[in-house]
């Protein structure tokens, strides 16, 4: 009997004895990830993992290594960063755990997000020691991976034009042209040498043209500004610069008759030009200069000017011979507008002869049509004609892109980029094209270059998807239209914004309809989610594969 009693005491001995020893397993119950399941960012699948070692675990001599693996693919395994952890009477700088009452922590890692991912499972494996000794604790699963809908920007981008470089053609332009008449000191009569002068014969040149082409032009007035320079008094100077308006006037509107023009004249004029004397001084190189220019600034009193500067002999000698000649004068200003080919003319003229269209006028033509293939049409026969014109090759590589015809876009792309040092959009083009390549860095430094131009936005639009600055990709798209637009809505959880935008889409497809499907879900509603998912499936089959290993659609079934 005592013999038995000695046996179990020895037993129970050595069971608390090895149960004191020994790491046990650590359950899922210890251990919180955020997000679970884990999602696609910028490239990256992060995770912030809070755990507890619970009270009398962590023994005072054990060394803990934790460390996160994400597995995929029939046993491919991404291994996050490691965190260690060392009970209390070890020597280390590691974070300490209490034996008696347990501890928590955080950790923080990172996996580099492939497409495989989007079925995987996120475990905490585990380095237990104490001593030299090693433990085994098995492997925990603490998450699902990986949503991966800030991705879909690749797949929504292959079917969504791309930047699109626009024509400068305006039907009607306005524009002037300016002829100058010369007078001698203290007169006002148009002298017959002034009227030989190459401003007044392109002025009444001009006038004939347009008696000739009323369909090309409109007039729409004649502007006669006359001036008499700072020198002499005030009321004399009025009384001349009156007459020289006068007899400006005179002229434009025997000028008019002659050459069968209707044109309103409107004529006023400038007693002393102390504006324009201003302007010349500061440009000449007169030897006083500045001296002339602090005169001007320091004296508002016509009369106190001109005392102050003849004042200057020499100086004032300069400005009677170079630049007061130059103030008596009147300024006659025709301003018209231009009017090109109307739409219908233009598309005549297209059909007789293309060659004889502008540049402008042939890419605007392509603005006129709906059919992408009549489009594409234009847009080769104006690279045959404007072979360096770098715009209708980049409208081809967007209109490929449309068509999910990335290596012609690239092409095209690449084409246009090689006949100018600004083309900005086709940089955006190369840019939206390293992205769905998955290319990151690349579509930076392109789209980098395309700055300045307002078609780019879209591009910036999906760089910043891409970089998982959403709010600001929302903000790039500004209310456009578009699948990759509504994406960017959708990661910025603005799910009603994201509704409307895909209610207007031009051309819905399959894409549209999944990401309606994504929305659903997001929402809680798994039976119009399932609903916009087959209709997704319909329209594009090509999306089943991915629909198959879409987390977020896959955790409705």
Known sequence: MQKNNLLLLSAATMLFMTSCSKLGPLSADNFTVIPNPLEANAGDVPATINGTFPEKYMKKKAVVTVTPELRYADGQVAKGQSATFQGEKVKGNDQTISYKVGGRYTMKSNFKYVPEMQQSEMYLTFDARIGKKQFDVPAVKVADGVIATSELYKKTLVSESGCIAPDAFQRVNAAKQEANIKFLINQANIRKSELKNNSVK???????????????????????????????????????????????????????????????????????????????????????????????SMYSDPQEREQQIRNMSAGFQELADGILPELRRSRLIVNYE???????????????????????????????????????????????????????????????LAKGDVAAAKQYAQKATSLGSSTPEAQANL??????????????????????????QSALGALNIAKGNYAQADKDFNKQNTNTAALAQILNKDYEGATSTLDKVANPNGMTDYL???????????????????????????????????????LLK
């Open 202 to 296: 392109e002025f009444v040149e001009l006038l004939k043209k347009i008696n000739a082409d009323k369909e090309g032009y409109n007039v729409q007035n004649v502007e006669i500004q006359a001036y008499a320079s700072p020198d002499g008094g005030v009321k004399f100077n009025d009384k001349l610069a009156g007459n020289r308006q006068n007899e400006s006037e005179k002229y434009v509107k025997g000028t008019l008759k002659k050459t069968k023009v209707d044109a309103a004249i409107d004529a006023h004029y400038t007693a002393q030009d102390w504006d324009g004397f201003q302007k010349l001084v500061a440009a000449s190189n007169l030897q006083d200069k500045e001296v002339i220019l602090r005169v001007l």
């Open 338 to 400: 231009t009017i090109g080919r109307s739409d219908d003319q233009i598309k005549e003229q297209y059909s007789s002869d293309a060659t004889k269209l502008s540049v402008d006028e042939l890419l605007y033509s392509a603005t006129l049509e709906e059919s992408a293939a009549k489009k594409e049409e234009i847009y080769k026969k104006t690279t045959e004609v404007y072979p360096n014109d770098y715009r209708a090759y980049n409208n081809l590589a967007a209109l490929a």
């Open 431 to 456: 840019g939206l094209i390293s992205l769905i390549e998955g290319d990151v860095q690349g579509a930076e430094r392109q789209i980098a270059k395309a700055s300045g131009s307002e078609n780019v």
């Open 516 to 554: 309606r499907a994504i929305i659903a879900a997001r929402r809680g509603n798994k039976f119009a989610a399932n609903s916009y998912l087959k209709e997704a499936l319909q329209k594009d089959p090509s999306l089943k594969e991915y629909a198959e290993k879409d987390l977020e659609l896959s």
